[in-house]
């Protein structure tokens, strides 16, 4: 199963429409900052699942839950934009909440800044960075994961 991770696209779009075709992925992640953008590119892909979260700009009261918990792949993936884990000043509520649900993947974004990491516990943690410039790939065979940062150009 291939995956791509994306985050705060703040209505760059062409980098999700490059990425979805020249990747072909079974699964699209948007953590947020301007979820309607995913909305807007889940148009064009009508048979590619789409799955979302909002972040802090796409306004509050929306009837959307800010974190989610999936499981693809036969691998437990925990979701949010990172704002409500304060991770502009660390991850370690983010990791302790993914460590709490038994997540084998930790997907964030807010920060802008790229991270891919594999924590000694072997949790993955991953903001993709900003979607006019980079995204996450995850592909999930046999049991195994394996993630990567890509550049959208």
Partial sequence: MKLLVFSDSHRSLSGMYAAIDRCQPQQVIHLGDMMYDAEEVAEHYPRLPFCMVPGNCDGWGLAVPV???ITLGGKS???????????????DAAIADARAVGADILLFGHTHIPLLEQLEDGLWMMNPGPARSSFGLIEIENGEISCSLLQTK
Avoid: A, M, T
Wanted: net charge positive.
């Fill in 77 to 91: 993936i925990l979701l949010s934009h990172g704002h409500r884990w304060n991770v502009k000043s660390g991850y």
């Fill in 67 to 69: 974190k989610k918990n």
